[in-house]
């Protein structure tokens, strides 16, 4: 599995994923320093998310035409020049919320430009699908181990500013490292870009596991997902302090290590089922929340929240990428997060203004209720008890460089 362009893109993944694991912790304290509370923190995630979820349909098309190491350098620069603004308006005092909400935007849209890429790079310089997934899924976790009580310590320290422009430095390694890569899928012709979004539905709606998954992802977006960086950040840092919502966060990046090494070790016939139960103890985390235990037992809360979180993104994410014909992936993928992400913006937005007429910690006991209804509903699903995955060696050899 440790090829060349393994190790070039896991070193790309990897850094990236250090300043982006620190970005949710400055934002909510950035923002909250800023006086624009958890309406402003959930305003600032929503503008990266509504151009992310919004685009990233074509950003699978264009990933097609233009190829994916193109077009995923492309939005790593384009990041870099984003974080770099987002860290001068910090570094410079209190930044207008029109300001950073315009650089999240661009910054969504970029993501949206690169996200649809990583599966179809994955499947052509992995064997092994699901043990490159769980690889990615254990680094992306020791980064967000690392990165939040890295972004606590560095916000005491030096200010909100100096965590965007380490974020920056990041997206520059990683398009650098993603230029010498060998391994490159070829453009596959001029179709109008319409022609290819009705393609790319065709094949996302002919799979009826995926795409009932995506409407649970949907619900789950508006009132589980989304509430719980605005509140729970707010709930902590109000009762803590700052480094405090920095360690929970990092005990939930520890238990994402926890579940990529169940991930690497553990081989279900049935992935998605394996998965789906996984992601009940993910209701641990808007509950430890909601319940205003000590910061011990929400940080406790996250451990076994993240473990069940990463097992099920390596089995979604291997599932995908191995029953997906490889000419079909980019697009599909872009149907697929961009419907489970699409609601997100919603949730996130309506935070603060829901949380202010019930309460944030009745707004979070709800999430925790939906996380359990929402498992239910999936493992109810027979498409997705059905699931297995099969060896498809086909798809996993690169194609010629272009």
């Keep these: 599995m440790w090829t060349r362009d393994f190790v070039l893109f896991f070193t790309a993944r990897t850094v990236s994923m250090l300043g982006s694991a620190m970005m949710p912790v400055a934002?909510?304290?950035?923002?909250?320093?800023?006086?624009?509370g958890a309406t402003g923190v959930g305003l600032a995630l929503a503008a990266w998310m509504v151009p992310m979820a919004g685009l990233i349909l074509f950003g699978g098309v264009l990933m097609d035409r233009f190829t994916p190491r193109r077009m995923m350098v492309a939005a790593d620069l384009a990041r870099t020049a984003t974080q770099a603004g987002t860290a001068a308006l910090f570094g410079l005092g209190r930044p207008e919320l029109w300001q950073v909400v315009a650089l999240s935007a661009v910054a969504g849209a970029a993501a949206a430009?690169?996200?649809p890429g990583v599966a179809g790079t994955i499947s052509r310089i992995a064997a092994d699908v699901q043990r490159a997934n769980a690889t990615l899924r254990m680094s992306e976790a020791i980064m967000q181990l690392l990165g939040p009580g890295l972004a606590g310590a560095l916000v005491g320290l030096a200010g909100v500013g100096v965590v965007f422009a380490a974020?920056?430095?990041?997206?520059?390694?990683?398009?650098?490292?993603l230029l010498l890569m060998r391994v490159r899928v070829a453009g596959s012709g001029e179709e109008p870009v319409l022609v290819r979004l009705r393609e790319g539905w065709r094949e996302f709606r002919s799979r009826t596991w995926m795409w009932s998954v995506i409407l649970i992802w949907v619900v789950f977006g508006i009132t589980l997902f989304g509430p719980l960086i605005p509140l729970g950040s707010v709930l902590v840092t109000d009762a803590y302090g700052q480094t405090a919502y920095g360690?929970?966060?990092?005990?939930?990046?520890?238990?994402?290590?926890v579940g990529g090494l169940v991930a690497l070790r553990i081989r279900p016939a049935r992935p998605l089922v394996a998965g789906g139960i996984g992601m009940f103890l993910f209701a641990l985390e808007p509950l430890s929340f909601a319940a205003g235990v000590p910061l011990g037992v929400i940080m406790a809360c996250h451990v076994v929240g993240g473990a069940g979180w990463a097992f099920w993104s390596v089995m979604w994410a291997t599932s995908v990428q191995t029953l997906v014909p490889a000419e079909a992936l980019n697009?599909?993928?872009?149907?697929?997060?961009?419907?489970s992400t699409m609601?997100?913006?919603?949730?996130?937005?309506?935070?603060g203004p829901v949380a202010t007429l019930v309460g944030s910690r009745e707004v979070l006991g709800f999430s925790a209720l939906v996380a359990v209804a929402g498992c239910l509903a999936l493992l109810s699903l027979r498409p997705v008890r059905q699931i297995t995955l099969r060896p498809r060696e086909e798809d996993r050899k690169a194609a010629p460089a272009s």
Excluded: K, N, W
């Excluded at 934002?27 to 624009?36: F, K």
């Excluded at 974020?167 to 490292?177: E, H, L, P, R, V």
């Excluded at 360690?247 to 290590?257: K, W």
């Excluded at 697009?331 to 419907?339: D, K, L, N, P, Q």
């Design 247 to 257: 360690l929970v966060m990092s005990a939930s990046g520890a238990g994402t290590i």
């Design 167 to 177: 974020d920056s430095a990041g997206f520059a390694i990683s398009a650098a490292c």
């Design 343 to 351: 609601s997100l913006p919603i949730g996130q937005a309506l935070a």
């Design 331 to 339: 697009r599909v993928s872009a149907y697929e997060i961009g419907g």
């Design 113 to 115: 430009m690169y996200t």
């Design 27 to 36: 934002t909510a304290l950035g923002m909250h320093d800023a006086g624009y």
